[in-house]
């Protein structure tokens, strides 16, 4: 949360909707582990990482969906699971992501 | 403010606390916070759950871990946020200057105790956090206690000053107690403190002689020894080389 936290803090403060990015779940080696974060406020600025930028964009997708009040979402990268996402990750890892809404 | 507000509130103040997030449960994307002193903001939509969540909360925000978690048929993540751990250094000795530079470095919170005021200055430990001129027992209440994050190293070469600390640190939630000095000195330590009246399982957590086995001989290559001990302990490792050994590098999550 420390390296996000200063910059959702002060979007929150000016009044910008947040959208927070967190890996909840790593399988075999990822590049980030859990608690690992990456926000995005509506004007699509980015703080913070989920990987080591590969599926960074796709999360930035999600985020701004999420913050058209779609709810929460649960993302799962890896190698195993093309059909669902076009992204993987090139050190044969997965990762799950949970994308929401922040609330100050 | 939300419990995810009053989590990042916290975050940015350096503090410690987890915030639960029902990934799926009664409610999913309900939020739970809890402070290390156990209280609480918001909840999981169920009293059971918000008991049961405050428990695994407790033990990760000191394992310092973010995970996720099955309880009580929820998925919950539980995401940590805690301080750099702190390593208090008894004793305002050289080896105790190149030991909060090499904790520094590591990223830790290294503090200087030591009575003798002409030896415990902020100028002789620059890297320290703070130096405290003071008795054990006062040293430790000037730093808030001592918690399941704080890492004790005893290096005053001093017996009385030795036994003083060693009685408060044995005692304390510390995860690790080093003690500096050779195998004869910490064979006379024990016997100091059993006859003072410590208990035996008490006096077995001294780590002595401190450190891991370098062959370190100077006071930087010696901290090196203590440092790599104390991660290793942090890590639940014995410390050996990874060349020698099979299985994962890291925690995943770590």
Redesign the interface.
Same mark, same amino acid.
């Given at each position: 949360m420390k390296d996000v936290v200063d910059d959702v803090r002060a979007w929150a403060a000016r009044g910008d909707r947040v959208a927070i990015a967190t890996v909840v779940g790593v399988r075999r080696s990822a590049p980030r582990p859990p608690g690992a974060k990456m926000a995005v406020n509506e004007h699509g600025e980015v703080s913070g990482a989920v990987s080591g930028g590969c599926v960074e964009g796709a999360v930035v997708e999600v985020a701004g969906e999420v913050l058209k009040g779609d709810g929460p979402r649960l993302l799962h990268f890896g190698i195993a699971d093309s059909e669902a996402w076009d992204v993987g990750l090139p050190c044969g890892g997965e990762i799950d992501v949970y994308v929401e809404e922040y609330a100050e | 403010? #939300?419990a995810? !507000?009053e989590? /990042?509130?916290i /975050?940015?103040e350096?503090g410690r606390a987890a915030l639960v997030?029902a990934?799926e449960g009664p409610e999913? !994307?309900a939020k739970l916070l809890v402070r290390p002193d156990g209280t609480t903001e918001g909840g999981l939509a169920d009293a059971a759950l918000d008991v049961a969540a405050v428990q695994v909360a407790d033990e990760l925000m000191w394992a310092e871990? #973010?995970?996720?978690r099955e309880v009580d048929g929820a998925s919950l993540?539980i995401?940590?946020?805690a301080p750099a751990p702190r390593l208090l250094i008894f004793g305002a000795v050289d080896y105790a200057d190149a030991l909060c530079r090499l904790a520094r470095v590591a990223g830790w919170r290294p503090f200087v105790c030591d009575p003798r005021s002409q030896f415990a200055t902020q100028e002789r430990f620059p890297e320290a956090e703070e130096v405290v001129a003071a008795w054990p027992e006062d040293a430790v209440a000037k730093l808030g206690g001592i918690d399941r994050a704080t890492y004790i190293a005893v290096l005053t070469h001093d017996p009385k000053l030795d036994d003083a600390t060693l009685t408060i640190a044995l005692r304390s939630e510390a995860p690790y107690v080093g003690a500096m000095g050779s195998r004869r000195a910490q064979a006379k330590r024990r016997e100091r403190l059993l006859a003072a009246g410590l208990e035996e399982e008490l006096v077995d957590r001294i780590a002595a002689p401190i450190g891991l086995d370098l062959g370190a001989v100077t006071p930087e290559e010696t901290a090196l020894s203590i440092m790599g001990e104390v991660v290793a302990v942090r890590n639940g490792r014995e410390g050996g080389r990874l060349s020698y050994v099979s299985g994962r590098i890291h925690e995943? !999550? /770590?």
């Open positions: - | 403010m #939300s995810q !507000g989590f /990042a509130r /975050a940015s350096d997030t990934i999913p !994307g871990r #973010s995970e996720l993540f995401d940590v946020t995943v !999550g /770590a």
